[in-house]
């Protein structure tokens, strides 16, 4: 087996399109903005957000009151 065979594919399993919810929630570090701004509804992004935390197996952002 190559190297390149035995690293984890994590990336090859990953809806790409998740990766613009996650640039949009990263720049407005809002929900509801985020949703706002790629024109889709504010459950839709979280969805994609706990898709994103299921993948990765990582919190990725964290809720902060009054931030």
Not at 11 to 29: F, P
Not at 59 to 66: F, K, S
Request: charged share 20%; net charge positive.
């Amino acid at each position: 087996m190559t190297p390149r065979q035995s690293r984890p594919t994590h990336l090859a399993n990953l809806d790409l399109n998740l990766l613009g919810t996650l640039r949009a929630l990263l720049r407005e570090r809002n929900v509801t903005r985020a949703a706002r701004n790629l024109g889709v509804t504010q459950p839709a992004v979280s969805a994609s957000l706990s898709r994103l935390r299921r993948h990765f197996a990582d919190e990725l952002l964290v809720r902060v009151q009054g931030a």
